[in-house]
């Protein structure tokens, strides 16, 4: 009767308990800065840091 009246008063939770979620880990290779930057030897990487480096500097002046 007692985990009827908690559930009563509390409400059930279907999430993830007490666990924090972490957003500060990096999930894939791609959010690294290596590869961000082509600084790992990859020709496509390099093109797409390339890319990456023309579109950070448009509307620099």
């Avoid at 009563?8 to 290779?29: A, M, R, S, W, Y």
């Avoid at 480096?53 to 509307?59: G, I, S, V």
Wanted: hydrophobic letters at 25%; glycine letters at 12%; charged letters at 35%.
């Amino acid at each position: 009767m007692d985990d009827f009246q908690n559930i009563l008063e509390n409400g059930i939770n279907f999430g993830k308990g007490g666990q924090k979620q972490t957003d500060d880990k990096v999930k894939t290779k791609a959010k690294k800065k290596k590869y961000i930057t082509g600084a790992h030897g990859s020709g496509s990487a390099m093109q797409k840091a390339k890319y990456r480096q023309q579109r950070a500097n448009r509307h620099k002046k």
